[in-house]
């Protein structure tokens, strides 16, 4: 009690610097991200909920030049956040890469900022919901329908669910999988069916895929150098790629460049996919990457997010990846 009455305090000097209550606060979130308790939940979310805010205010003052608030995570632990949407990447037998990309030194002309949103080449961003260990299933899909695009110049939405389902080298929506071995288990099944033949239901099923109805094709994968000049020629030169990130930061991420003073670049747990990278001259020109994420348009800035590029931030030049797509 002692210390639900210290958060109150707290937050309430936290809060009135924002024209809110914590009350007023807590009832804004429940609306906007259609939140319902029981009444004993009601009481833990709250002040879980307080206890949040005082994490975010020190998360804030550690990054300045991004912004931190009130997600739809913030009812949360953060242990209880980790527990459900991240997790290491499994580590399984694999086919080998294809091949290696180590960058063509062609920085010297490639432009100073790139998106392939603008292209028409990225899918809208999709929501994985409590399904938390199937990023890589996303990360995987979305660079796939971005290849795709970019070789037959039309859109497709590829289905996650068939990797849940059928993928049993990794681990559904339990503990995190592997991006490359989604790709390895592509090219064994010989097909990729759509997400309209093959819909997501966020959780893992008997395997039903169907050949018949496969639209497309990936035969491997091309690994990206950790030089993230090369991997910004790949990003340009090639299309969207897949990367892993250390996301705990993530939870309370609203917009900006994220540039945490401590990120532990070996302590990777979530993947998402690099679709441009640019120069934020607000912020004394920080460079940064553009990543889409699979959280829903109601997270981050519309479902992507941007992070400070060119010092390894957070581990997300460490396994980059490219799908082969025929």
Avoid at 5 to 26: D, I, N, Q, V, Y
Avoid at 186 to 193: R, S
């Amino acid at each position: 009690m002692r210390r639900f009455k210290f958060l109150l305090l707290f937050c309430s000097l936290f809060l009135l610097t924002h024209s809110f209550t914590p009350s007023e606060a807590w009832n804004d979130f429940k609306s906007t991200y259609s939140k319902l308790y029981t009444p004993r939940e009601e009481t833990t979310r709250f002040q879980v909920f307080l206890s949040n805010l005082q994490i975010i205010d020190d998360i804030q003052r550690s990054d300045p030049n991004a912004e931190y608030g009130i997600t739809k995570f913030s009812d949360l632990t953060p242990e209880e956040f980790q527990a459900i949407y991240l997790h290491p990447p499994s580590e399984h037998k694999q086919v080998l890469p294809s091949k290696t990309y180590e960058g063509e030194s062609l920085s010297y002309f490639i432009p100073d900022s790139w998106d392939w949103r603008t292209e028409g080449a990225v899918t809208p961003v999709k929501d994985q919901g409590l399904c938390g260990g199937a990023y890589w299933a996303f990360s995987a899909i979305a660079a796939v329908e971005s290849q795709y695009y970019i070789k037959y110049n039309v859109s497709y939405n590829f289905s996650e669910q068939q990797l849940l389902d059928c993928d049993t080298d990794d681990k559904g929506c339990y503990g995190g999988g592997s991006i490359t071995g989604a790709f390895s288990y592509l090219q064994q099944a010989g097909g990729l069916e759509t997400s309209t033949n093959y819909p997501y239901f966020g959780y893992s099923m008997p395997c039903a895929y169907d050949a018949s109805y496969a639209t497309a094709k990936v035969t491997g994968y091309t690994s990206i150098s950790q030089d993230e000049g090369a991997i910004a020629e790949a990003l340009y030169e090639k299309g969207p790629l897949t990367t892993y990130v250390n996301a705990y930061w993530l939870q309370f991420y609203k917009k900006g460049v994220m540039s945490p003073a401590k990120c532990a670049k070996d302590k990777q747990d979530h993947a998402v996919v690099l679709v441009g990278y640019g120069v934020d001259q607000d912020k004394k020109d920080v460079e940064y990457w553009v990543a889409k994420n699979s959280w829903g348009t109601g997270w981050g800035e519309d479902g992507f997010l941007r992070i400070k590029r060119g010092v390894g931030m957070c581990g997300i030049n460490l396994n980059v990846t490219l799908p082969i797509v025929e």
